[in-house]
C-alpha cells in the first residue's frame, strides 16, 4: 500500500497507539522516520526504538513512554503537509509550548529540532510539532 505522507502516518500510528495505551507501535522504516524517532528518544518522548529487518520491508519498533500511566506525548502535529509546504528561516523558528514541546525541522544539515537548529542558525521546512 502507498502512503502520499509517510510522515503523517507515523505520527498517527504513534498518536492512536498512545491512545490505546500499547506499548509499542511498529512504522515502516526510512531514514527520515529514523532521524524524527531519534529525535523523539533524546527529547525523551519515547523510551526507545529498533529497526526491525524484514524481508519484504524493514520495520522502526517504537517504545512508548508513560508516567503514571499518562503518556509522555501529550500531542503530535503534523505542519507541513506534501501539498502545503511550511519553511522558517533561523529567526522565525516557533516555539512549541513556550519551550516545553519541540518543533522538528528538515534542514541542509539534517532533521533535528527547532532549538538546535536556531543554535546553527539555520532554517528549513517545519516537519511537526510534538509536546
Known amino acids: 500500500m502507498t502512503v502520499t505522507d509517510p510522515i503523517a502516518d507515523m505520527l498517527t500510528r504513534i498518536r492512536n497507539a498512545l491512545m490505546a495505551g500499547h ?17 523523539l528518544r533524546e527529547e525523551g518522548f519515547i523510551d526507545r526504538y529498533e529497526v526491525l529487518k524484514g524481508k519484504p520491508e524493514s520495520m522502526i519498533k517504537i517504545h512508548l513512554k508513560y508516567t503514571d500511566s499518562e503518556p509522555a506525548i501529550l500531542g503530535l502535529e503534523r505542519v507541513s503537509k506534501p501539498g502545503l509546504r511550511v519553511y522558517v528561516e533561523r529567526r522565525r523558528i516557533p516555539r512549541v509550548y513556550g519551550g ?7 534542514t541542509p544539515k539534517g532533521i533535528m529540532t527547532g532549538q538546535e537548529a536556531w543554535r546553527q542558525h539555520l532554517g528549513g521546512e517545519i516537519l511537526c510539532y510534538v509536546w
Request: aromatic letters at 0%; glycine letters at 12%; hydrophobic letters at 50%.
Open 100 to 106: 516545553l514541546g519541540t518543533a522538528i525541522l528538515s
Open 23 to 39: 506499548d509499542g507501535v511498529l512504522v515502516p522504516s526510512s531514514q527520515m522516520k529514523l532521524s524524527i524517532a531519534g529525535i
